[in-house]
């Protein structure tokens, strides 16, 4: 074997015993550093600088004329950009002086001081910062780009692991090997539900693992996937920018998928919202290059959209470095990370609808896309392990309950019993009681009924339960409001128009009648 750099004050295992056990050469770095007294002095001190500094200093001792610096810890690209969440920085570990409790920006400066050290103690070598985003390159010199990509991707493991994010497909017509992954992103236990039916439903066609990214503040640690096929693996989350409305609060988290992008261990990730299950074979979407995805068909088939519940992707950091800046400035046309991707993705290869049939397409265009030849179904709206559901699609949330194993199924029912229980108990009591002492509950109005309707994508039920509610009362507002998004949604973009005049004379009417009074 090559050269072991050993650092006695950290390592439990003598020099001489890692000798003894077949290595060529063993380098204490103490030796090294205490040669340097303007590199020494940083080392003695409570808190000692990190494996990283200290080995770039240790080598670049050694004589190497190059050192190209990559470490996690610097490579945060959170920096300037306040909409993203980062993963919690690790412990710092435990420091000599008990009294001292260091801050992040401690380690921060001794690892940094240290590289300065270092390039100032050996001019003849080339410190090169090959982080995400070069955040080094004020101090460092930025390193070249390599012809051949954007990234540096870690060679892949055998075939036989199973513990790997990746699996290895021959795609295309030459059969190139690529690092291939399914991806899905759960912020939520309630959508956890959804990870374990997707990934059940997809290990009955693919051997591909399945990436969960886990944003901050969600641990799934102890969660347990009957199929075993699922990766966890932790992300920043990134939130939405955007000043959102009420119906538009189901987005507040949903950029947080971007993540995918930044995935740069993979040379080709298909994305699956937590809401999907896998009805066919979806392997040969990893034949796709660049980006693609299926039709937002649902509402209409005339559809210049599409729709972000599916998509292929190539993982690049360039990439991914230009989407984190154009989020606060490029325009959402649903508040969400669909009306984001659709407005920032120039070119875009279209996916056949039936990798992403959506739940409402079934049962308004039956012979359009039947759901025989659906390969992903895609449960948009009220969701199958939800308490409120619509009785046209219990067939369909029928099919979804079926991918979960049967431990499974006992416990999504203890647990949804336990939801109930606790929410009967939470209820307030209301006058006018039933028998038996039972509550009744309050009948909902009609602008919370549309408010709903168009919130879980059926605007044209909104559209109607609205104009039915302003034929009762014409001076209603609220209904008015919820009249006018519905249409907007629904591209009736002249009625819309109308409504809102209307709204603001009656405003306007009523403002004058206050001054009047």
């Avoid at 205490?34 to 080995?55: H, K, N």
């Avoid at 759901?371 to 009785?391: D, F, I, M, N, Q």
């Avoid at 559209?463 to 209603?476: C, D, F, G, H, K």
Wanted: hydrophobic share 40%; net charge positive.
């Amino acid at each position: 074997m090559g050269t072991v750099f050993a650092d006695p004050s950290r390592s439990r295992v003598p020099a001489d015993e890692i000798t003894r056990a077949g290595h060529a050469e063993v380098v204490d770095v103490s030796g090294l550093l205490a040669a340097r007294p303007e590199v020494a002095c940083l080392f003695m001190r409570d808190l000692r600088p990190g494996p990283t500094s200290t080995m770039v200093a240790a080598v670049a001792a050694l004589g190497y004329t190059r050192v190209l610096i990559l470490d996690p810890q610097l490579m945060r690209v959170t920096t300037g950009r306040g909409f993203i969440r980062a993963r919690p920085a690790p412990p710092v570990p435990p420091q000599l002086s008990p009294q001292r409790r260091y801050d992040s920006w401690d380690m921060t400066n001794i690892d940094v001081g240290v590289l300065l050290a270092a390039v100032a103690a050996f001019p003849e070598t080339s410190f090169e910062d090959v982080t995400t985003g070069a955040l080094l390159a004020r101090l460092l010199e930025p390193a070249p780009k390599v012809p051949t990509g954007d990234r540096l991707v870690p060679e892949a493991k055998s075939r036989e692991a199973r513990t790997n994010l990746s699996a290895l497909l021959p795609v295309g017509p030459d059969g190139r090997e690529l690092r291939c992954a399914y991806v899905t992103m759960c912020d939520s236990a309630d959508y956890l539900w959804g990870v374990r039916a997707l990934a059940n439903s997809l290990a009955k066609v693919s051997d591909v693992p399945l990436i969960l990214m886990v944003p901050p503040g969600a641990d799934f640690a102890d969660a347990v996937f009957e199929s075993g096929n699922v990766r966890l693996h932790d992300v920043n989350s990134l939130r939405n920018p955007h000043q959102l409305k009420s119906h538009q609060l189901r987005f507040a988290n949903t950029f947080t998928k971007l993540e995918v992008f930044g995935l740069t261990f993979l040379d080709r990730a298909v994305f699956l919202d937590a809401d999907t299950i896998v009805l066919g074979e979806t392997d040969p979407l990893f034949a796709y290059e660049g980006f693609a995805a299926a039709p937002d068909f649902g509402l209409r088939l005339e559809n210049r959209t599409f729709n972000s519940g599916v998509f292929v992707v190539s993982p690049n950091s360039d990439e991914y470095l230009r989407i984190l800046d154009s989020i606060p400035t490029t325009p959402s046309y649903d508040g969400g990370d669909q009306g984001f991707l659709n407005v920032y993705q120039g070119e875009i290869t279209w996916l056949p609808p039936e990798f992403n049939t959506l739940r409402r397409v079934i049962t308004r265009f039956p012979d359009v896309i039947p759901l025989k030849r659906a390969r992903v179904l895609h449960y948009v709206g009220p969701k199958p392990w939800g308490l409120e559901g619509e009785p046209e699609w219990s067939s369909l949330d029928e099919l979804w309950f079926e991918q979960l194993s049967d431990r499974e199924r006992i416990e999504f029912i203890v647990q949804l019993r336990d939801r109930v229980s606790v929410a009967a108990r939470r209820a307030p009591a209301q006058r006018g009681r039933g028998p038996a002492g039972a509550v009744r509950p309050r009948r909902r109005k009609d602008f919370e009924r549309a408010q709903d309707a168009l919130s879980n994508g059926r605007p044209g039920e909104a559209i109607e339960i609205s104009r039915a509610a302003l034929r009762r009362n014409p001076q209603s507002l609220a209904n008015r409001r919820v009249l006018a998004l519905a249409l907007k949604s629904t591209g009736h973009r002249r009625d819309e128009l109308k409504v809102r005049i209307k709204t603001r004379v009656l405003k306007a009417k009523r403002l004058l009648k206050g001054i009047v009074e």
